[in-house]
Protein backbone atom coordinates (compact mmCIF):
# COMPACT_ATOMS: atom_id res chain seq x y z
CA UNK A 1 0.00 0.00 0.00
CA UNK A 2 2.70 2.21 0.96
CA UNK A 3 4.81 1.68 -2.14
CA UNK A 4 1.27 2.38 -4.06
CA UNK A 5 1.14 5.97 -2.17
CA UNK A 6 4.57 6.74 -3.31
CA UNK A 7 4.06 5.77 -6.75
CA UNK A 8 1.68 8.19 -7.36
CA UNK A 9 3.29 10.90 -5.09
CA UNK A 10 6.26 10.53 -7.88
CA UNK A 11 3.98 10.38 -10.94
CA UNK A 12 1.63 13.66 -9.87
CA UNK A 13 5.06 15.59 -8.78
CA UNK A 14 6.91 14.48 -12.76
CA UNK A 15 3.73 15.85 -14.55
CA UNK A 16 3.88 18.90 -12.49
CA UNK A 17 7.49 18.82 -13.40
CA UNK A 18 6.34 18.85 -17.57
CA UNK A 19 3.67 21.20 -16.99
CA UNK A 20 6.73 23.55 -15.47
CA UNK A 21 8.69 22.53 -18.87
CA UNK A 22 5.67 23.45 -21.18
CA UNK A 23 5.51 26.73 -19.85
CA UNK A 24 9.01 27.77 -19.88
CA UNK A 25 9.11 26.53 -23.03
CA UNK A 26 6.26 29.07 -24.27
CA UNK A 27 7.72 31.75 -22.77
CA UNK A 28 10.97 30.92 -24.68
CA UNK A 29 9.31 30.77 -27.70
CA UNK A 30 7.49 33.93 -26.98
CA UNK A 31 3.89 32.05 -26.95
CA UNK A 32 3.85 33.91 -23.91
CA UNK A 33 4.97 37.12 -22.97
CA UNK A 34 5.98 39.11 -20.36
CA UNK A 35 3.36 40.97 -18.87
CA UNK A 36 0.93 38.43 -20.46
CA UNK A 37 -1.97 36.53 -18.36
CA UNK A 38 -1.87 33.18 -17.93
CA UNK A 39 -5.07 31.11 -19.04
CA UNK A 40 -6.99 30.03 -15.60
CA UNK A 41 -6.06 27.00 -13.84
CA UNK A 42 -9.37 24.70 -15.74
CA UNK A 43 -8.28 25.91 -18.89
CA UNK A 44 -4.59 24.75 -17.95
CA UNK A 45 -5.91 21.46 -16.76
CA UNK A 46 -7.61 21.06 -20.17
CA UNK A 47 -4.44 22.15 -22.11
CA UNK A 48 -2.07 20.09 -20.58
CA UNK A 49 -4.61 17.02 -19.65
CA UNK A 50 -3.69 16.78 -16.17
CA UNK A 51 -4.80 17.33 -13.06
CA UNK A 52 -5.93 20.38 -11.39
CA UNK A 53 -3.61 19.74 -8.36
CA UNK A 54 -0.44 19.15 -10.68
CA UNK A 55 -1.41 22.25 -12.63
CA UNK A 56 -1.42 24.15 -9.18
CA UNK A 57 1.80 22.56 -7.83
CA UNK A 58 3.67 23.44 -11.37
CA UNK A 59 1.90 27.16 -10.73
CA UNK A 60 3.34 27.54 -7.74
CA UNK A 61 7.01 26.07 -8.48
CA UNK A 62 7.01 28.80 -11.56
CA UNK A 63 6.01 31.43 -8.96
CA UNK A 64 9.09 30.92 -6.48
CA UNK A 65 11.11 30.73 -9.44
CA UNK A 66 10.04 34.43 -9.86
CA UNK A 67 8.56 33.49 -13.45
CA UNK A 68 5.18 34.12 -13.09
CA UNK A 69 3.56 36.44 -10.12
CA UNK A 70 -0.08 36.48 -8.79
CA UNK A 71 -2.12 39.75 -8.57
CA UNK A 72 -4.97 39.64 -6.10
CA UNK A 73 -8.02 39.13 -7.84
CA UNK A 74 -6.74 39.70 -11.74
CA UNK A 75 -5.11 36.22 -12.21
CA UNK A 76 -1.48 35.08 -12.75
CA UNK A 77 0.80 36.43 -15.00
CA UNK A 78 4.36 36.53 -16.81
CA UNK A 79 7.01 38.15 -14.68
CA UNK A 80 10.05 37.59 -16.25
CA UNK A 81 10.89 35.70 -19.72
CA UNK A 82 15.04 35.03 -18.96
CA UNK A 83 15.72 31.50 -17.58
CA UNK A 84 18.66 30.23 -16.35
CA UNK A 85 20.32 26.56 -17.41
CA UNK A 86 19.16 25.29 -14.22
CA UNK A 87 15.36 26.27 -14.63
CA UNK A 88 15.51 29.56 -12.70
CA UNK A 89 14.61 32.96 -13.30
CA UNK A 90 17.59 35.49 -13.69
CA UNK A 91 16.56 38.73 -12.05
CA UNK A 92 17.56 41.47 -14.05
CA UNK A 93 16.35 43.96 -11.57
CA UNK A 94 19.46 42.59 -9.38
CA UNK A 95 21.76 42.83 -12.48
CA UNK A 96 20.40 46.49 -13.17
CA UNK A 97 20.56 47.66 -9.33
CA UNK A 98 23.97 49.27 -9.70
CA UNK A 99 22.57 51.89 -11.73
CA UNK A 100 20.45 54.78 -11.39
CA UNK A 101 16.80 55.46 -12.65
CA UNK A 102 18.10 58.29 -14.85
CA UNK A 103 20.47 55.86 -16.44
CA UNK A 104 18.32 53.40 -17.39
CA UNK A 105 15.55 55.79 -18.74
CA UNK A 106 18.55 57.39 -20.96
CA UNK A 107 18.76 53.66 -22.33
CA UNK A 108 15.24 53.01 -23.00
CA UNK A 109 15.10 56.20 -24.97
CA UNK A 110 18.19 55.74 -26.97
CA UNK A 111 16.64 51.87 -27.60
CA UNK A 112 13.77 52.90 -28.36
CA UNK A 113 14.07 55.48 -30.43
CA UNK A 114 16.15 53.66 -32.72
CA UNK A 115 13.80 50.83 -32.88
CA UNK A 116 11.06 53.15 -33.88
CA UNK A 117 13.46 54.24 -36.76
CA UNK A 118 15.24 50.39 -37.55
CA UNK A 119 11.17 49.47 -37.82
CA UNK A 120 10.40 52.16 -40.17
CA UNK A 121 13.07 50.67 -42.47
CA UNK A 122 12.54 47.12 -41.56
CA UNK A 123 9.25 46.55 -40.67
CA UNK A 124 6.69 43.90 -43.06
CA UNK A 125 2.84 44.43 -43.53
CA UNK A 126 2.59 41.64 -40.96
CA UNK A 127 4.78 43.30 -38.76
CA UNK A 128 3.01 46.57 -38.55
CA UNK A 129 -0.22 44.63 -38.89
CA UNK A 130 0.77 43.35 -35.01
CA UNK A 131 1.36 47.05 -34.28
CA UNK A 132 -1.85 48.38 -34.78
CA UNK A 133 -3.52 45.52 -33.18
CA UNK A 134 -1.48 45.67 -30.18
CA UNK A 135 -2.24 49.38 -29.81
CA UNK A 136 -6.09 48.87 -30.52
CA UNK A 137 -5.49 46.01 -27.74
CA UNK A 138 -4.40 49.15 -25.31
CA UNK A 139 -7.41 51.24 -26.43
CA UNK A 140 -10.41 48.51 -25.65
CA UNK A 141 -8.85 47.96 -22.56
CA UNK A 142 -8.36 51.94 -21.45
CA UNK A 143 -10.91 51.79 -18.86
CA UNK A 144 -9.92 48.67 -16.68
CA UNK A 145 -9.39 49.27 -12.78
CA UNK A 146 -6.15 47.02 -12.89
CA UNK A 147 -3.18 49.53 -14.18
CA UNK A 148 -0.81 46.43 -14.48
CA UNK A 149 -2.98 44.99 -17.34
CA UNK A 150 -2.88 48.55 -18.68
CA UNK A 151 0.93 48.88 -18.71
CA UNK A 152 1.00 45.75 -20.02
CA UNK A 153 -0.54 46.22 -22.96
CA UNK A 154 1.06 49.43 -23.10
CA UNK A 155 4.12 47.42 -23.30
CA UNK A 156 3.16 45.12 -25.85
CA UNK A 157 3.18 47.96 -28.32
CA UNK A 158 6.32 48.62 -27.61
CA UNK A 159 7.76 45.15 -28.08
CA UNK A 160 6.08 45.05 -31.33
CA UNK A 161 7.50 47.95 -32.64
CA UNK A 162 11.10 46.81 -31.59
CA UNK A 163 9.95 43.62 -33.11
CA UNK A 164 9.55 45.25 -36.44
CA UNK A 165 13.25 46.01 -36.27
CA UNK A 166 13.69 42.52 -37.57
CA UNK A 167 16.84 42.12 -34.64
CA UNK A 168 15.92 39.64 -31.87
CA UNK A 169 18.95 41.15 -29.74
CA UNK A 170 16.94 44.93 -29.62
CA UNK A 171 13.66 43.03 -28.53
CA UNK A 172 15.40 41.32 -25.46
CA UNK A 173 17.62 44.27 -24.46
CA UNK A 174 13.95 46.06 -24.28
CA UNK A 175 12.24 43.12 -22.56
CA UNK A 176 14.61 43.80 -19.53
CA UNK A 177 14.28 47.45 -19.29
CA UNK A 178 10.35 47.09 -19.49
CA UNK A 179 10.39 45.03 -16.55
CA UNK A 180 12.34 47.34 -14.19
CA UNK A 181 9.77 50.13 -15.48
CA UNK A 182 6.84 48.30 -14.91
CA UNK A 183 5.96 49.61 -11.19
CA UNK A 184 6.84 52.95 -11.91
CA UNK A 185 4.79 53.57 -15.09
CA UNK A 186 1.68 51.77 -12.63
CA UNK A 187 2.19 54.17 -10.20
CA UNK A 188 2.60 57.15 -12.64
CA UNK A 189 -0.40 55.96 -14.36
CA UNK A 190 -3.99 57.92 -15.39
CA UNK A 191 -6.60 57.83 -17.87
CA UNK A 192 -5.14 60.79 -19.61
CA UNK A 193 -1.42 59.44 -20.03
CA UNK A 194 -3.07 56.17 -21.46
CA UNK A 195 -5.05 58.56 -24.40
CA UNK A 196 -1.91 60.43 -25.13
CA UNK A 197 0.03 57.29 -25.51
CA UNK A 198 -2.32 55.62 -27.60
CA UNK A 199 -2.23 58.32 -29.83
CA UNK A 200 1.81 58.84 -30.05
CA UNK A 201 1.36 55.22 -30.63
CA UNK A 202 -0.65 55.18 -33.71
CA UNK A 203 1.68 58.87 -34.91
CA UNK A 204 4.88 56.03 -34.74
CA UNK A 205 3.09 53.12 -36.19
CA UNK A 206 1.88 55.42 -39.36
CA UNK A 207 5.30 56.81 -39.42
CA UNK A 208 6.80 53.08 -39.28
CA UNK A 209 4.05 52.32 -42.04
CA UNK A 210 5.51 55.43 -44.52
CA UNK A 211 9.17 54.46 -43.61
CA UNK A 212 9.55 57.75 -42.26
CA UNK A 213 12.72 56.83 -39.72
CA UNK A 214 13.29 59.97 -38.83
CA UNK A 215 9.78 61.05 -37.81
CA UNK A 216 9.26 57.75 -35.97
CA UNK A 217 12.45 58.47 -33.75
CA UNK A 218 11.21 62.14 -33.32
CA UNK A 219 7.76 60.82 -32.13
CA UNK A 220 9.44 57.95 -29.57
CA UNK A 221 11.88 60.62 -28.32
CA UNK A 222 8.27 62.72 -27.50
CA UNK A 223 6.26 60.28 -26.24
CA UNK A 224 9.04 59.19 -23.55
CA UNK A 225 10.31 62.29 -22.39
CA UNK A 226 7.22 62.38 -20.05
CA UNK A 227 8.38 59.38 -18.13
CA UNK A 228 11.92 60.27 -18.17
CA UNK A 229 11.76 63.98 -17.25
CA UNK A 230 9.59 62.28 -14.39
CA UNK A 231 12.36 59.97 -13.47
CA UNK A 232 14.68 63.25 -13.06
CA UNK A 233 12.49 65.29 -10.77
CA UNK A 234 12.12 62.26 -8.55
CA UNK A 235 15.78 61.74 -8.65
CA UNK A 236 15.80 58.12 -8.25
CA UNK A 237 19.58 57.12 -7.86
CA UNK A 238 21.28 53.29 -7.69
CA UNK A 239 19.59 50.90 -6.03
CA UNK A 240 15.85 52.40 -6.04
CA UNK A 241 14.89 50.21 -8.66
CA UNK A 242 11.50 49.20 -7.73
CA UNK A 243 11.18 50.92 -4.56
CA UNK A 244 8.96 53.78 -5.82
CA UNK A 245 6.74 55.13 -2.93
CA UNK A 246 3.63 56.42 -4.20
CA UNK A 247 3.60 59.29 -1.66
CA UNK A 248 6.54 60.40 -3.15
CA UNK A 249 5.70 60.64 -6.85
CA UNK A 250 2.95 62.21 -5.42
CA UNK A 251 3.63 64.75 -3.48
CA UNK A 252 4.13 67.67 -6.05
CA UNK A 253 0.63 66.84 -7.53
Known sequence: MADNINSNKIQRIS??????????????????????????????????????????????ALQSMGIIEKRQGSGTYVKSRIINNDGSCFNIRNVLQRFSMIELSEARMIIEEQNAALAALNSSEESIALMQEANERLLSRIDSEDKYEIVSLDFQVHRSIAEGTGNSFLVEILDMLLEVFMDFNVLVLTHEKTEIAIDFHRKIINCIKESDAKGARRLMKEHLTDVHERIIL??????????????KLTKNE
Open 234 to 247: EGYGPGEIGEFKLE
Open 15 to 60: LAEKVVERIIDMIERNTLKVGDMLPTEKELTELFGVSRSSIREALR
